[in-house]
Nanobody, 124 residues
Framework: QVQLVESGGGSVQAGGSLRLSCAPS????????MGWFRQAPGKEREGVAD???????TYADSVKDRFTISQGNARNTLYLQMDRLKPEDSGMYYC??????????????????WGQGTQVTVSS
């Protein structure tokens, strides 16, 4: 098992940038594919970006060419660089981990471990 902790959320004006970080609360030998999800009030949690053990990335169409997911040097650490933010990007952002054999990327049920979330608010 892995417990995940997100950081880096905040408030920004439309067109601005934020960088989210995710790290495990304790070291684990296990390696996971990891992703970012978000949930706006009254809406379903949706997949935003995923990265597998080979470094292959998958993005939701709504964030392609604006968001970049990357892995840190430490095992199971994760980043999400968000540029050209829009008000519709607002929501709680969650880091999640899935076993490499489970997929597909961005399917919520594929992820076994979740962080508590970090809030992103984009004002117009």
């Amino acid at each position: 098992q892995v417990q995940l902790v997100e950081s880096g959320g905040g408030s920004v004006q439309a067109g601005g940038s934020l960088r989210l970080s995710c790290a495990p609360s304790a070291y684990t030998d296990d390696r996971y594919c990891m992703g970012w999800f978000r949930q706006a009030p009254g809406k379903e949690r949706e997949g935003v970006a995923d990265i597998d053990l080979a470094g292959t990335t998958t993005y939701a169409d709504s964030v392609k060419d604006r968001f970049t997911i990357s892995q840190g040097n430490a095992r199971n650490t994760l980043y999400l660089q968000m540029d050209r933010l829009k008000p519709e990007d607002s929501g709680m952002y969650y880091c999640a981990a899935r076993f490499p054999s489970v997929g597909p990327p961005l399917r919520r049920a594929a992820y076994s471990f979740w962080g508590q979330g970090t809030q992103v608010t984009v004002s117009s």
